[in-house]
C-alpha cells in the first residue's frame, strides 16, 4: 500500500512539473487576452447596440414633420403643430392645447 502511494504522489508532481513550462507561458498572456475578450464582450453586447438605438433615435428626431404622432420621455403624447428656432417643437396635445418641447424630449414616433 505505501508502494502505491509512493508512486502515485511520483506521478503527480512529475506532472506538475511538466506542465509548469507551458503554464507560465501562457500567465503571462492570459490576463491580457481575457481583458481584450471582455472588452469586445461589453462592446458588441452592450455599446454597440446601444449606439445603433440612438443613431435610429436621432435620424427619427430629424425627420419629424407637422402632424407626426409622438411620446415624449414624460409619457406625453401629442401631435406636432410646428417647430420653434429649430430646437423646439410645439406639440398639440388636446383641442387647442399646445405645448413647446425640446427635440432631445421626443422619445418615440407613433405610427
Known amino acids: 500500500m505505501l508502494q502505491l502511494t509512493g508512486i502515485a504522489y511520483a506521478a503527480s508532481e512529475g506532472a506538475a512539473q511538466g506542465g509548469q513550462g507551458m503554464q507560465?507561458?501562457?500567465?503571462?498572456?492570459?490576463f491580457i487576452i481575457l481583458?481584450?475578450?471582455?472588452?469586445?464582450?461589453?462592446?458588441?453586447?452592450?455599446?454597440?447596440?446601444?449606439?445603433k438605438k440612438e443613431k435610429e433615435r436621432q435620424d427619427m428626431i430629424t425627420a419629424l414633420k407637422k402632424g407626426d404622432k409622438v411620446v415624449t420621455a414624460g409619457g406625453m403624447y401629442g401631435i406636432v403643430d410646428s417647430f420653434k428656432d429649430g430646437d423646439i417643437v410645439v406639440l398639440k396635445v388636446s383641442g387647442n392645447t399646445k405645448i413647446e418641447f425640446i427635440k432631445s424630449a421626443i422619445q418615440n414616433k407613433i405610427p
Open 35 to 51: 481583458m481584450v475578450a471582455t472588452i469586445a464582450i461589453f462592446y458588441f453586447l452592450l455599446i454597440r447596440p446601444q449606439k
Open 24 to 30: 507560465s507561458a501562457l500567465g503571462n498572456y492570459s
